[in-house]
T-cell receptor, first 114, second 114 residues
């Protein structure tokens, strides 16, 4: 069966510090991968998605970047965090189908910027 | 503008009652519809998906789809306090090509009281 891992679970960072969040998927090949952010009490905002190694699409201009160095690894990064980067970051995967497949979420990383 | 609309709630129902959660979407040609449950502080968990008009039942859950009215609902029978959570409706993004992007509603908070 497929599993998705995200770490760390919780992170407290000062403003201006760098960020690296990692997500890995097991039990499937060539998954579509997604990074979302959820602000407190709000809906899910899609940040990045990827259909293959090195292929990253950005949904919104922001202070963050994403990379996919391996088939089942997806990394979210920032060089300098802002206060507005606080939130609940979720990685998700789906099978590479044309729009009829659900997405499955990792446990998330709760990021607080001080 | 692609939209998925949900009443934010809270929807309060007594234990044992039927909870009815509703969702409308803007893209008439949407084909895939998903319901996720999100407990406070946790990540979304897929509970149902439906692709065809009509009803789909899974245990205490029934998803209902009416494409003509652009309406999808989730019924929870015999509601339990453990069903108290935010329920997210998601619809496939018609214009995402092969990227299987989903558009999420902001969620409806359900509170089941003993």
């Amino acid at each position: 069966s497929q599993t998705i891992h995200q770490w760390p679970a919780t992170l407290v960072q000062p403003v201006g510090s760098p960020l690296s969040l990692e997500c890995t998927v097991e039990g499937t090949s060539n998954p579509n991968l997604y990074w979302y952010r959820q602000a407190a009490g709000r809906g899910l905002q899609l940040l990045f998605y990827s259909v293959g190694i090195g292929q990253i699409s950005s949904e919104v201009p922001q202070n963050l970047s994403a990379s996919r160095p391996q088939d089942r690894q997806f990394i979210l990064s920032s060089k300098k965090l802002l206060l507005s980067d606080s939130g609940f970051y979720l990685c998700a995967w789906s099978t590479p189908d044309r729009g009829n497949q659900p997405q499955h979420f990792g446990d998330g990383t709760r990021l607080s910027i001080l | 503008q692609k939209e998925v609309e949900q009443n934010s709630g809270p929807l309060s129902v007594p234990e044992g009652a039927i909870a009815s959660l509703n969702c409308t979407y803007s893209d008439r040609g949407s084909q895939s519809f998903f319901w996720y449950r999100q407990y406070s502080g946790k990540s979304p968990e897929l509970i149902m998906f439906i692709y065809s008009n009509g009803d789909k039942e899974d245990g205490r859950f029934t998803a209902q789809l009416n494409k003509a009215s652009q309406y999808v609902s989730l019924l929870i029978r015999d509601s339990q306090p453990s069903d108290s959570a935010t329920y997210l409706c998601a619809v496939n993004d018609l214009f995402s090509g092969g990227y299987n992007k989903l558009i999420f509603g902001a969620g409806t908070r359900l509170a089941v009281h003993p």
